[in-house]
């Protein structure tokens, strides 16, 4: 039995985690590729110390972790930045989820979840059997954001890094419209994985 590789994209602040977190209580394999960038630049790991060569020791807290606000604020403002950023992250999360993958394979997992909130924009929709896109409404999406304690000019910047979401939904396989109660959600994606 081949497993069924999904990836799972979407907007910022449109339903991403709470897709995931319902795909792992019907029992799925889902890996969190936000939760592997986190990992990525712990403390005492190369990928932290190679931000600090490449961006400065300003950029990290007294405890020696990753000032994560002060590298957003950089980031979301300087997409060269982004990108030398990305350049260091993306390969090491990449090589784990992948890793990911294998194992579910040899464990003969009938389907395995890899989230990915730039999957199109990093071009990796070949890498998976399919793509399934949360989406939701402008006026939604900002109010979930502004329950993150984000300003308006930093959910603009965040929105503005990341591909329109008409043109992911375009791309994917299949669309999760994630406005109402997440039952609804969990409907959808149990449709699809029928």
């Known amino acids: 039995m081949n497993t069924r590789v999904l990836g799972l994209t979407g907007g910022v602040g449109m339903g991403k985690s709470t897709a995931a977190r319902l795909l792992?209580?019907?029992g799925l394999p889902v890996v969190d590729s936000d939760d592997l960038a986190r990992e990525a630049v712990h403390p005492g790991t190369e990928g932290l110390a190679e931000i600090a060569d490449e961006f400065g020791e300003g950029f990290?807290?007294?405890d020696g972790s990753l000032n994560r606000d002060k590298?957003?604020?950089k980031v979301f403002q300087d997409e060269a930045a982004r990108k030398r950023l990305e350049?260091?992250?993306h390969p090491r999360v990449r090589t784990v989820w992948e890793k990911q993958i294998?194992?579910?394979r040899e464990q003969k997992r009938p389907v395995g979840v890899v989230v990915i909130p730039l999957l199109f924009e990093v071009d990796l929709q070949d890498s998976f059997d399919a793509v399934l896109c949360v989406a939701c409404t402008a006026n939604t999406q900002r109010a979930r954001l502004r329950?993150?304690?984000?300003n308006d000019a930093q959910i603009t910047a965040r929105i503005a890094a990341q591909m329109d979401i008409a043109?992911?939904?375009d791309l994917a396989d299949h669309?999760?419209?994630n406005e109402g109660a997440p039952e609804l959600l969990m409907d959808q994606m149990k449709e699809i994985l029928s």
């Open 167 to 169: 043109q992911k939904m």
């Open 102 to 104: 294998d194992q579910w």
């Open 24 to 26: 792992k209580k019907v």
């Open 71 to 73: 590298m957003a604020s």
């Open 87 to 89: 350049a260091i992250i």
């Open 147 to 150: 329950e993150r304690n984000w």
């Open 175 to 177: 669309v999760l419209w």
């Open 60 to 62: 990290l807290k007294a």
